[in-house]
């Protein structure tokens, strides 16, 4: 298959090499169990039980009547101790379900679909949403919606993103390797819902292995396996598509309205387990790594596990590490607390000593232009940061701020160490509040 590649992007160090070849630890759950009823793109969710309240493996504990949500499980069978707001990993505190795990691991009865080849579109959505399932690449975007594009959105081609390109990560990677019939028996559910015949499966070439497992699972299925060039940030929606597809979306535009749907490998995996199986998303599987981490890992956990029993299981050194963050180095999330929890978009955590992170400070911005260069989205990063310094917020929309997919790429290449990401989020947060 041609590779057309996309413009701008960086290669920062890989750092795979720690957790590749580690196979996914199934980690037993902690005894407490701190759920956030917020695991998506969209509205909190209300809790449907009490305090005091016995709970099953699997049983919907929280919805919301809202159109963009999708409901929460318990990951583990037990006692619901309390409801409070409990510091969250993307956010301050946010209101959370802490369950008391009695170690039983009882699950609650799992409804499915018995023969999802002769199911009802409508009933395989529903079946989606009832599940819980949710973009776990990172986005969290609720999968039943994506995957219901208006009647009037032709769409012609399904996208899976493999590439994984985040430095450290390695969870879609484990997947590919452990489970590829999975990935690929869920997009055959995917095919059937968008009503496509065409279904790639993009994956750096830093992956051989994985490659070879998806094409063997692939065999004889119509799915295709793209290698594609390991380039940072080769996971972006709209750089896989131009990649891969040759296909340019239109600024503020979403990927359908080039006939593209994108779904992150995981997200597949999870739709198979919830319409065949009848298995909620109640666990992930976490990249655990970094400098400060003396048994790297790649770990199934429950979600809402504290970050703080994940570290001590791999072995932290909390004494060197210089900064803890969920997801990968370029677009994660610093953490101020350890016992933020584990939610349905963690792919990783990090612990890194100050040789990781860069401990320059920023210096004047010479003007070399390395970050037009760089972004993959063909912005010009250097005038967003000087328009935020001096706080003129409603400049920043003739730039097309908000086309920006916040890759790190501009502050990565930077050779004054500009924080270029963090002005360009500041800045859009900014936007959205004069637009209100």
Same mark, same amino acid.
């Given at each position: 298959?041609?590779?057309?590649?996309?413009?701008?992007?960086?290669?920062?160090?890989?750092?795979?090499?720690?957790? @590749?070849?580690?196979?996914?630890?199934?980690?037993?759950?902690?005894?407490?169990?701190?759920?956030?009823?917020?695991?998506?793109?969209?509205?909190?969710?209300?809790?449907?039980?009490?305090?005091?309240?016995?709970?099953?493996?699997?049983?919907?504990?929280?919805?919301?009547?809202?159109?963009?949500?999708?409901?929460?499980? #318990?990951?583990?069978?037990?006692?619901?101790?309390?409801?409070?707001?409990?510091?969250?990993?993307?956010?301050?505190?946010?209101?959370?379900?802490?369950?008391? +795990?009695?170690?039983?691991?009882?699950?609650?009865?799992?409804?499915?679909?018995?023969?999802?080849?002769?199911?009802?579109?409508?009933?395989?959505?529903? !079946?989606?949403?009832? =599940?819980?399932?949710?973009?776990?690449?990172?986005?969290?975007?609720?999968?039943?919606?994506?995957?219901?594009?208006?009647?009037?959105?032709?769409?012609?081609?399904?996208?899976?993103? &493999?590439? @994984?390109?985040?430095?450290?990560?390695?969870?879609?990677?484990?997947?590919?390797?452990?489970?590829?019939?999975?990935?690929? +028996?869920?997009?055959?559910?995917?095919?059937?819902?968008?009503?496509?015949?065409?279904?790639? %499966?993009?994956?750096?070439? +830093?992956?051989?292995?994985?490659?070879? *497992?998806? =094409?063997?699972?692939?065999?004889?299925?119509?799915?295709?396996?793209?290698?594609?060039?390991?380039?940072?940030?080769?996971?972006? @929606?709209?750089?896989?598509?131009?990649?891969?597809?040759?296909?340019?979306?239109? #600024? &503020?535009?979403?990927? *359908?309205? %080039?006939?593209?749907?994108?779904?992150?490998?995981?997200?597949?995996?999870?739709?198979?387990?919830?319409?065949?199986? &009848?298995?909620?998303?109640?666990?992930?599987?976490?990249?655990?790594?970094?400098?400060?981490?003396?048994?790297?890992?790649?770990?199934?956990?429950?979600? /809402?596990?504290?970050?703080?029993?994940?570290?001590?299981?791999?072995?932290?050194?909390?004494?060197?590490?210089?900064?803890?963050?969920?997801? &990968?180095?370029?677009?994660?999330?610093?953490?101020?607390?350890?016992?933020?929890?584990?939610?349905?978009?963690?792919?990783?955590?990090?612990?890194?000593?100050?040789?990781?992170?860069?401990?320059?400070?920023?210096?004047?911005?010479?003007?070399?232009?390395?970050?037009?260069?760089?972004?993959?989205? /063909?912005?010009?990063?250097? !005038?967003?940061?000087?328009?935020?310094?001096?706080?003129?917020?409603?400049?920043?929309?003739?730039? +097309?701020? !908000?086309?920006?997919?916040?890759?790190?790429?501009?502050?990565?290449?930077?050779?004054?160490?500009?924080?270029?990401?963090?002005?360009? =989020?500041?800045?859009?947060? =900014?936007?959205?509040?004069?637009?209100?």
């Amino acid at each position: 298959m041609r590779f057309f590649g996309f413009r701008g992007g960086v290669h920062p160090p890989e750092n795979k090499l720690q957790t @590749e070849n580690a196979p996914v630890e199934e980690l037993k759950a902690p005894k407490m169990i701190y759920v956030a009823l917020l695991q998506h793109i969209g509205s909190p969710l209300d809790p449907i039980v009490n305090i005091g309240d016995k709970v099953l493996k699997g049983q919907k504990i929280a919805d919301s009547q809202a159109f963009l949500s999708s409901p929460i499980h #318990s990951p583990v069978s037990g006692t619901v101790k309390k409801i409070e707001e409990h510091v969250f990993p993307l956010m301050g505190r946010i209101k959370t379900v802490i369950i008391e +795990n009695d170690g039983e691991d009882k699950w609650a009865e799992l409804t499915k679909i018995e023969n999802w080849e002769t199911a009802d579109k409508k009933d395989l959505l529903a !079946m989606i949403r009832e =599940k819980g399932i949710v973009g776990i690449g990172g986005a969290s975007f609720p999968t039943h919606i994506k995957l219901n594009p208006p009647a009037d959105t032709k769409i012609d081609t399904l996208l899976l993103n &493999g590439a @994984e390109c985040e430095p450290y990560l390695n969870s879609d990677n484990r997947l590919m390797l452990e489970h590829p019939e999975k990935i690929i +028996n869920g997009i055959k559910i995917i095919k059937k819902i968008l009503g496509v015949e065409t279904a790639i %499966v993009g994956i750096e070439e +830093n992956k051989p292995e994985a490659i070879a *497992s998806m =094409k063997k699972a692939a065999d004889g299925t119509g799915i295709e396996i793209a290698p594609l060039k390991t380039k940072y940030p080769q996971g972006g @929606e709209k750089q896989l598509i131009k990649a891969v597809l040759d296909r340019q979306v239109p #600024s &503020g535009k979403l990927p *359908s309205a %080039v006939g593209v749907v994108v779904q992150n490998t995981g997200t597949a995996a999870a739709i198979y387990d919830g319409i065949v199986n &009848g298995i909620p998303l109640v666990e992930k599987v976490v990249t655990v790594s970094g400098k400060a981490i003396a048994n790297p890992k790649n770990v199934k956990i429950a979600i /809402g596990t504290p970050f703080s029993y994940l570290l001590d299981h791999c072995g932290v050194n909390r004494e060197i590490v210089d900064k803890l963050v969920m997801g &990968g180095p370029m677009m994660g999330m610093a953490q101020f607390s350890e016992e933020a929890p584990v939610i349905k978009g963690t792919s990783g955590l990090l612990a890194l000593t100050k040789e990781e992170t860069n401990p320059y400070k920023p210096k004047s911005c010479i003007g070399c232009a390395k970050c037009v260069d760089a972004c993959p989205m /063909g912005l010009e990063p250097l !005038m967003f940061a000087r328009l935020a310094a001096f706080e003129q917020w409603d400049k920043l929309g003739p730039y +097309n701020l !908000m086309d920006c997919i916040e890759c790190g790429s501009c502050a990565y290449i930077c050779p004054a160490n500009r924080p270029l990401t963090e002005a360009i =989020k500041i800045g859009k947060s =900014k936007l959205r509040a004069m637009k209100k």
